[in-house]
């Protein structure tokens, strides 16, 4: 015998079918319905992926910036009102990088940062780029590999020897195709000769070209560039990440203690902390996601109403259908779940296609743009189960309205 | 003797239409006994239609007792009138009310869609086709209604009314869309299957189409004015029978 459950299965599927054969006989009619539900599946799956594919990009670029990373600016130098931007102020010295290294356990690598801009000149052609000097633990800060060579050592930073490592585009722009390993490079007439040169890293934060430099010792910077005591910054890298706050702490407190800065005012250096920044981009770009969900999903329910509209049109123009099958004994029930299958089905047809279009979008997108969107199955999910949703939500006036109409006044309808 | 299939006990039903009252059927007592073939006649306004409709249980009376094979209708819900339609009643129209763009198998077989407990597919496959075969359309299952004459969608109209074995089949001037031989036609398949033994009960207009049936029932204003025994009802076999003859003898000529 069956049981109620059973009967009303066996009643959902045989439904399911007749819902199934309404939706084939009027195919233009609901494809165009189901439009509205693929575009928004479509713009909803395709945004999400965007959207997570962006923040991917993002975070990479941040991850980039290298493992753990801590920065310790120079203030900036005010002189008549006029702020000359950060590491302009000559407030850090080597001093201030050894007793960070003493005093601060979770310091792991340090590079000094000197940065200057000069004419580089070498191989009969000339090109200004950034002249920045660091120690050799800066590639490792910095998660920085070398294309070919080696980057130079403790030994020649200690000698302030005149040794180079060189970035991508300022080869390329020098060198052209050759091997600039070996090579000399003059800057401001001081022969260096290049050691290794530095794999292509890409654009930086800001937009700065990273691969348009030349990274020489910062002791050799300190005495021949710049002729200067004072560090532009300090790299340093922190043993984990967890630890980086309290690091922070600790470096802020000990540099203005050594700068003798007293309650009240305000510190003569910054402290720049890689992962503040990610969370920040992420905290954005997550913003930014969700506001392309929403937006798309805007056009969901359009296409909600969309089948709300044409049902109740189905429902009118049908209304003899249902009066004849009141009349061979269909219960109201049976006349809703039918009307309320066909909107569901039209709508999950519409998630099914626009799911399709959306990976499909994002695909095209992928190909055409500069970062690869991710398709996430949860998109594809949550569009399918809002899809669902939404037919049954508008799916059941109409349907409603159909199970409730005499069967009289059904039958008499022309 | 088996107790009436209709027993209807002062039944009256009336409509309210803009704040006046209008009585479509004032008191109606009536008994139709198993087997019985009646015409229900009628000017229109004469209260027939309104009769039909509740005896089909698709309208419920204002006043008085139905009772359908010994069961109560009034007080039922739309709920248990769709199970008694589905279960005790037939219905033939007079536009055949037949599904379009749906074969005339799959509208033999949706009276069963709806039954409890659910029929396999099978047997409903089986029921309808044993249906359509009985009303003589065995070549016809595939067929949309519009590839069908009036009196072969008459005819599927039939089947399905026939498909789940009711007690009563309502005709609702079965013949008023049909040419005269069609309805003799049809008439005839009424004829057969009271013979059989089913019950039916149709509304006309037309004495000629009364004429067929074992008994009828005049109403006017809402009751009924005769109710009457056909003694000599019209034979439609015979009739066939005799426009045949007719026909194959003016073509020999």
Redesign the interface.
């Given at each position: 015998?069956?049981t109620t459950l059973q009967?009303l299965l066996?009643?959902s599927w045989?439904t399911f079918f007749?819902a199934l054969?309404a939706l084939r006989?009027n195919k233009l009619r609901s494809g165009l319905t189901a439009l509205g539900i693929i575009i928004g599946v479509a713009a909803v799956v395709a945004m999400v992926a965007v959207g997570n594919g962006a923040q991917a990009s993002i975070t990479k670029q941040v991850a980039a910036l290298g493992e753990n990373l801590l920065t310790v600016f120079a203030g900036s130098k005010r002189s008549g009102g006029v702020s000359s931007g950060l590491g302009s102020a000559s407030t850090i010295t080597l001093a201030d990088v050894e007793a960070i290294l003493r005093e601060v356990p979770d310091v792991i690598a340090v590079s000094p940062e000197i940065s200057s801009s000069a004419q580089a000149i070498a191989n009969g052609r000339n090109w200004s780029t950034s002249i920045v000097g660091e120690s050799p633990e800066y590639l490792r800060i910095r998660d920085w590999k070398l294309a070919a060579g080696s980057m130079f050592t403790e030994r020649e930073v200690r000698s302030a020897a005149k040794v180079a490592v060189i970035g991508s585009k300022t080869a390329l722009e020098l060198f052209g195709p050759l091997n600039p390993v070996g090579q000399s490079v003059r800057v401001k007439n001081i022969p260096f000769v290049i050691t290794g040169l530095l794999e292509t890293k890409g654009a930086g934060m800001a937009g700065q070209n990273q691969d348009d430099r030349l990274i020489i010792p910062y002791t050799t910077a300190m005495k021949r560039i710049t002729g200067d005591r004072y560090l532009r910054s300090v790299n340093l890298q922190i043993r984990q990440a967890d630890r980086m706050e309290i690091a922070q702490a600790q470096i802020t407190s000990l540099l203005r203690q050594r700068h003798r800065l007293v309650a009240g005012q305000s510190d003569d250096f910054n402290i720049f902390n890689q992962k503040d920044i990610a969370d920040t981009v992420s905290a954005v770009t997550g913003t930014v996601k969700l506001l392309l969900g929403a937006i798309s999903s805007l056009s969901l329910v359009v296409g909600g109403i969309g089948i709300m509209n044409i049902m109740l049109v189905s429902v009118t123009e049908r209304t003899?259908?249902i009066?004849?099958?009141?009349?061979?004994?269909?219960?109201?029930?049976?006349i809703q779940l039918q009307f309320l299958i066909e909107a569901v089905t039209l709508s999950l047809l519409g998630g099914l296609i626009g799911v399709a279009l959306g990976v499909g979008i994002s695909v095209f997108v992928g190909k055409a743009g500069t970062f690869q969107p991710v398709v996430s199955a949860e998109s594809i999910l949550l569009a399918f189960g809002v899809s669902f949703v939404i037919g049954v939500f508008f799916g059941f006036y109409p349907a409603r309205k159909a199970a409730a109409l005499d069967?009289?006044d059904a039958?008499r309808y022309e | 003797m088996s107790a009436p299939v209709i027993q209807l006990r002062d039944l009256a039903k009336t409509y309210q239409t803009g704040g006046v009252s209008v009585a479509a059927v004032r008191g109606v007592t009536l008994d139709i006994r198993r087997g019985d073939f009646v015409a229900v006649m009628g000017a229109s306004g004469s209260g027939k239609s309104t009769l039909m409709n509740t005896l089909g249980c698709l309208d419920q009376p204002t006043r008085g007792n139905y009772l359908l094979n010994g069961v109560g209708v009034a007080g039922l819900d739309r709920r248990q009138l769709a199970e008694l339609r589905n279960r005790q009643l037939g219905f033939v129209f007079q536009s055949f009310n037949l599904l379009a763009r749906t074969s005339a198998l799959e509208n033999v077989e949706l009276p069963m869609l709806y039954a409890m407990p659910v029929i396999s597919r099978r047997e409903r496959r089986q029921r309808a086709i044993a249906a359509l075969a009985r009303v003589g359309l065995a070549e016809r299952h595939d067929h949309f209604p519009s590839q069908l004459s009036g009196g072969q969608q008459q005819r599927v109209a039939i089947a399905r009314a026939l498909v789940n074995r009711p007690e009563l089949v309502l005709a609702d001037e079965p013949t008023g869309n049909l040419d005269s031989r069609t309805s003799i036609e049809i008439m005839g398949l009424f004829q057969e299957l009271n013979a059989s033994g089913m019950t039916l009960v149709m509304v006309t207009h037309e004495l000629d189409v009364a004429a067929y049936c074992q008994r009828i029932i005049v109403m006017r204003d809402g009751e009924i004015l005769r109710d009457t025994r056909n003694e000599n009802p019209r034979s439609a076999a015979a009739e066939i029978r005799a426009l045949d003859q007719a026909e194959r003898r003016a073509s020999h000529n």
């Open positions: 015998m069956f009967v066996l009643q045989q007749i054969r006989r003899r259908e009066g004849i099958r009141m009349a061979v004994g269909a219960q109201p029930s049976a069967p009289i039958l | -």
